[in-house]
């Protein structure tokens, strides 16, 4: 009983400390519609773009036993609300040439994919290339939500997948106050 309510506690502080990291990564994007990047350092590390694209994102989890060759970051450009649609910008950053890269976006239970810019398939992708995606979905209820997105990778020497996974925490509808309630 004393292990089930100390686990019970140490969750509801991660929880908290989850929806406080997902709530500080909240910004605007500027993005409309997919943009390429090239970099321009043969130091992806050195290059400017990439650090901006760094310090503005959050890098997804990846999951499964892909190996392909890329790193996938996720930025909310606004609060996710029940109901609601909420933009999500997910950045694709080919870490080797290939000479096809797609993106998609699996279907998941309680959050619907709203609207996606096209494309989401790039040919003759170049290492050090940024993709920007910007992406619409619609949480049918509160609470946290996993958004996952696959990236193919074709090479020469054959294909590859590798999916990403990317916490949401949709937080419930403002509660509107009472009508006729005096202030104070």
Partial sequence: ?????SFNQSFSGAGMLLALVLLAGCQESSAPAPTKTTARAHNDAADPIRQQ???????????GMGDAAVEVRFALSSAPMPGRPFGLTVSVLPNEASMNLSVEVPPAEDLKLAHVAAPVSYDK???GSIFTIPMEFVAA????HIVSVTVHSQIPTGSDSVTYAYPVLVGSAPVAPATGAESR
């Fill in 125 to 127: 992708v170049e290492k």
């Fill in 141 to 144: 209820t509160a609470g946290v």
């Fill in 1 to 5: 009983m004393a292990f089930r309510q």
């Fill in 53 to 63: 694209l760094q310090r503005s994102s959050t890098a997804g989890v990846r999951t």
